[in-house]
């Protein structure tokens, strides 16, 4: 089994984001207004998932629309983004960068993707999933879909971007794995992908588990957006819940821990490489 980590554009956020907790809706107002000078440059990464029985995807990052040149264009981003949004996220996507783009340079058609999985709602994670709407399932937790009528969930997570009829609401169930002990199967055998619940960064975020049976990678999305938040016991800004995100932080801490781990990426870590090899 190989990961292949996609880079699919970037996003430019408030340093204080990094590690300063907080609240989503706290955290926007001061957030949109802080200079280019005080921000930072982070990946939006999506996952390929080479398995020997298929394809998987999770997460598909920005969409070509939002940078139509591959260079930062703010009159491009306030046409696909709310003003707040554009303001927080102020993205671009250097050309041949987007899910779609980088799966066609390997001859990955969508429709031989066995299955996309979306960990949670939020723009920078789900812009791309119109490109990749022909795969054979597109998965996401209905635990975040439930919550999504929340005012604070309708100002971080555009409806437009995500509402895909065909999409499956999965359930989380009862199960030995993350801080809620709460995960779905989406692929079951000898070597296996689940779907686990962790939240905090939102009430639904799910990460992705991929195992061989023997050693796993952990796919944490934006439960931390590196190391140093769960070495640190920080949680990043945006968050819905910082007590659940601290909760998450310290299965994550113990996943890292665990000598059968041997990789936890996080969405926007600049510091992941670029194949995870089981």
Not at 185 to 191: L, N, P, T, Y
Request: charged share 25%.
């Amino acid at each position: 089994m190989k990961i292949h980590v996609l880079r699919c554009g970037y996003i430019r956020i408030a340093k204080e984001l990094l590690d300063g907790g907080g609240r989503f809706a706290s955290d926007l107002g001061k957030a949109m207004l802080v200079p280019d000078s005080k921000r930072v440059i982070l990946p939006v990464s999506a996952y390929l998932i080479e398995d020997r029985d298929g394809l998987y995807l999770a997460d598909t990052g920005w969409s070509r629309e939002i940078s139509p040149d591959g260079v930062y264009d703010p009159k491009a981003v306030a046409r696909t983004l709310p003003r707040h949004l554009a303001a927080l996220y102020k993205p671009y996507v250097p050309n041949g960068m987007t899910v779609c783009e980088q799966l066609e340079a390997r001859g990955i058609r969508p429709e031989d993707l066995n299955a996309v999985m979306i960990t949670h709602f939020d723009a920078d994670h789900v812009a791309g999933i119109r490109s990749v709407s022909g795969a054979q399932r597109i998965i996401y937790p209905e635990d975040e879909a439930y919550w999504s009528v929340r005012t604070r969930y309708r100002m971080r997570q555009p409806r437009e971007f995500w509402n895909i009829e065909r999409a499956e609401r999965v359930f989380y169930r009862g199960h030995l794995l993350g801080p809620m002990n709460r995960a779905f199967d989406v692929k079951e055998g000898d070597s296996y992908i689940k779907m686990v619940s962790l939240p905090g960064h939102t009430d639904g975020q799910a990460g992705v588990i991929v195992s061989n049976g023997a050693r796993y990678v952990l796919i944490a999305a934006d439960a931390a957006l590196s190391s140093n938040n769960w070495e640190t016991m920080k949680p990043a800004g945006l968050g819905a819940d910082t007590a659940l995100q601290t909760k998450t932080l310290k299965w994550i801490a113990g996943a890292a821990a665990d000598p059968a781990c041997i990789e936890v990426l996080c969405s926007h870590d600049p510091e992941q490489p670029e194949v995870v090899e089981l």
